[in-house]
C-alpha cells in the first residue's frame, strides 16, 4: 500500500485535496470515483519515516494524559464538529482549552500533520502510546463515511465505560490491600525490634526461648544479616517477571493467569469481555467489515491471551465459520451469550445483540465487585488469625516462660 495525493472536483464543482492509501493510482481513481469526485491529480507520496512523537521518547508523559482528559476531548470534538466547525479549527480550541501541555504538543502535531495533507486518522497513528488501534480505527472510518462526529462520541462513551469499571475495582481492593500492608507491617516490626528484646532478657535470667520464639528470632537474625540478599532476590525476581512478560509466550500465560486467579479472575474475565462486546459492536456498526473489527476489538482488549483466542476466531471465520460458532470454539463466552450472537446473525442486528451482551457483563462484574469485600473478608480473617497466632506464639509464650521463671 502507497500513499497518494489527490486533488478533485466534488459534486459542487469545488476543489477538494487530500491523501489516500491504496495499491495503485489507478485504484486512487476508483475511490475517488466511487465517493463521486472528479479526479484532477494523483501523485505518489514518498515514504518519510516517522520521527518519534514527544511521548514516544518521554514514556512517562503517558501516565500524563488521564483517561478523564481523553473523554473530554472526545466529547468537545463530537459537539464542535456535529455544529459544524471544521477539524482544523476545532482541533485548535482544543489546543487553547487543555490545561495538559503534554496533550497540547500530541494536539499541535496532529494539526500539523493535517496542514501538511494528511488525513486525521494517519497524523494521530503517529501517538500510538494515546491513541489506540481502535481509537484511530473509528476515526478512519467516521471519516470515510462522513460521521466523524459520532465517532468521537462514541469512543467517548467507551472510554467513560471502561474508566468506571476500572475505578469500581481499584475501589474494591483497597480496603483489602491496606489490611495487609499494615499487618506485614506490624509483623516485621515486632520480628525486627521486639523479639530480639527477649533474647537478652532470657540470656540474662537462664531460661531458654521457646521453638516459636528461636523461629522469629532465626528470621529477624536472617533479616538483619542479609537484607541486601533479600532485596536482590525480589529486585531479581520482579526484573525477571517484566523480562518474562515481554515475550510473546509470556504474555499469553501471564494474560490467561490473570484470567485463572481466584475471587479477581472471573472480575477480570468479564471485564474484558465487556470491553470486546463493546469495541466490536462499535467497530461493525460502524461499517468496519467483521474480521477487521475481530482483530481491532482484539489489540483494544489488553490481554494477549483472549486475543489470540479472537485471532482464532478470526481464523474460523474466513474458512467459512459463522461467528456465533468460532466464538463457542474459544469457550471464553457463556451459554446466554452465545444465544444472543447467533440471534444476531440470523437477524442481522449483531451490533445492538453485542451491546445488550456487553450490558449483561457489565451488570455481573458490578454485582461481583460489590461482592468482593464480602468474599475477601474471611480470607482476610484467616489471614489476621495466622499473624495474631505467630504473634502469640512469639510474644507471649516467652513472657509467660519467663514469669515462670521468675516465680521459680
Not at 493510482?25 to 505518489?44: E, F, H
Not at 460489590?370 to 495474631?388: D, Q, R, Y
Request: with cysteine; glycine share 8%.
Amino acid at each position: 500500500m502507497a500513499n497518494f495525493q489527490y486533488q478533485a472536483r466534488n459534486s459542487n464543482g469545488g476543489l477538494v485535496k487530500g491523501t489516500l492509501s491504496a495499491a495503485s493510482s489507478d485504484a486512487v481513481l476508483g475511490q475517488l470515483r466511487d465517493k463521486g469526485m472528479t479526479p484532477v491529480k494523483i501523485a505518489q507520496l514518498q515514504d518519510k519515516p516517522v520521527k518519534a512523537s514527544l511521548l514516544e521518547k518521554l514514556p512517562s508523559f503517558k501516565a500524563a494524559i488521564k483517561p478523564d482528559e481523553l473523554i473530554l476531548f472526545c466529547q468537545q470534538m463530537g459537539t464542535l464538529l456535529r455544529a459544524g466547525v471544521p477539524i482544523i479549527r476545532s482541533l485548535r480550541g482544543m489546543i487553547e482549552m487543555t490545561p495538559n501541555k503534554a496533550f497540547s504538543k500530541v494536539l499541535q502535531s496532529v494539526v500539523n500533520e493535517i496542514e501538511a495533507g494528511h488525513e486525521f486518522n494517519a497524523a494521530m497513528k503517529q501517538h500510538p502510546k494515546i491513541f489506540s488501534q481502535l481509537f484511530i480505527s473509528m476515526i478512519r472510518v467516521g471519516e470515510s463515511s462522513g460521521h466523524l462526529d459520532d465517532a468521537f462520541i462514541q469512543i467517548g462513551e467507551y472510554i467513560d465505560q471502561e474508566k468506571q469499571t476500572n475505578d469500581q475495582v481499584k475501589s474494591a481492593l483497597r480496603y483489602p490491600s491496606f489490611v495487609v500492608m499494615a499487618m506485614a507491617g506490624a509483623v516485621a516490626v515486632i520480628s525486627l525490634y521486639v523479639v530480639p528484646a527477649f533474647e537478652k532478657v532470657f540470656s540474662g535470667a537462664g531460661v531458654e526461648l521457646p521453638l516459636a520464639t528461636r523461629i522469629l528470632m532465626g528470621i529477624s537474625t536472617f533479616a538483619q544479616a542479609y537484607w541486601w540478599l533479600i532485596l536482590l532476590g525480589v529486585g531479581g525476581a520482579i526484573f525477571g517477571f517484566k523480562r518474562y512478560v515481554k515475550t510473546t509466550k509470556g504474555r499469553i500465560i501471564w494474560g490467561r493467569l490473570k484470567l485463572r486467579t481466584p475471587i479477581f479472575g472471573s472480575i477480570l474475565l468479564r471485564a474484558t469481555l465487556t470491553r470486546f462486546s463493546r469495541s466490536l459492536s462499535m467497530g461493525i456498526s460502524s461499517g468496519v467489515p467483521l474480521v477487521e473489527s475481530l482483530r481491532l476489538t482484539g489489540m483494544a482488549v489488553d490481554n494477549p491471551w483472549v486475543q489470540q483466542k479472537i485471532e482464532e476466531m478470526c481464523s474460523a471465520i474466513e474458512r467459512g465459520e459463522t461467528l456465533t460458532r468460532s466464538a463457542t470454539n474459544t469457550k471464553l463466552f457463556t451459554p446466554l451469550v452465545l444465544q444472543m450472537l447467533a440471534v444476531g446473525e440470523e437477524t442481522g442486528m449483531v451490533d445492538k445483540m453485542l451491546i445488550d451482551v456487553a450490558g449483561f457483563y457489565e451488570r455481573e462484574v458490578q454485582h461481583e465487585i460489590k461482592n468482593l469485600t464480602s468474599a475477601i473478608e474471611p480470607i482476610l480473617i484467616i489471614f489476621m488469625g495466622i499473624m495474631v497466632l505467630i504473634l502469640a506464639f512469639g510474644v507471649f509464650l516467652p513472657m509467660w516462660d519467663l514469669s515462670t521463671a521468675v516465680k521459680r
